[in-house]
């Protein structure tokens, strides 16, 4: 039996694909300049430490991909497990998320090291890209969730939406962490 909140690609009309689709999009095009406009609220910081700006697409990336991977999990397995219970999937997925935010944010520093960059600035980049990841929870997790509970299909909308609540999360992380160890 067909859930009658999820769109069958085969079955709807092109255009009603689209348009499930494209306000996602809009809304996350949105996003992206929100997130460009916090980039430039902590431009002094970057003026003091413009290696910064390098890692910017790296701590953004691994944390939204943190995220993608349990959003497609969790979406799979909704729709494969009858009887799905969010919390102790979510305890069991914040033990695997911690675990790989740990070897992450710690392979990040080492490499820091390796590069010759200073060690402040390796802690800047490991905090930042721990926390980013476990900021992941909340965008892998509870937005698919959040649309399936309101149902709304999961696929159509949780990328998009989970992807740019998780770039704006992951710069104002970072910008943070770097503000406070840098700067303050």
Do not use: C
């Amino acid at each position: 039996m067909r859930n009658k909140n999820i769109d069958d690609i085969f079955l709807i009309p092109i255009h009603r694909s689209i348009f499930h689709r494209v306000p996602w999009l809009i809304i996350g095009l949105l996003g992206g300049v929100l997130a460009a406009k916090i980039v430039e609220n902590f431009e002094t910081t970057l003026e003091s430490n413009l290696y910064l700006a390098a890692f910017i697409p790296l701590i953004v990336y691994m944390s939204d991909a943190v995220g993608t991977q349990m959003e497609a999990f969790e979406i799979r397995d909704m729709a494969v497990t009858n009887h799905f219970k969010f919390v102790k999937y979510f305890v069991r997925q914040f033990i695997i998320v911690t675990i790989k935010a740990l070897i992450l944010s710690s392979l990040l520093y080492i490499i820091n090291i390796f590069l010759g960059h200073e060690l402040m600035v390796g802690w800047v980049l490991a905090l930042s890209l721990f926390a980013a990841n476990m900021s992941s929870l909340v965008t892998g997790l509870l937005v698919p969730y959040i649309f399936t509970k309101i149902e709304l299909d999961p696929a159509n909308a949780s990328g998009p939406i989970a992807t740019i609540i998780q770039d704006l999360m992951s710069v104002t992380i970072y910008f943070m962490v770097a503000n406070y160890l840098l700067i303050a």
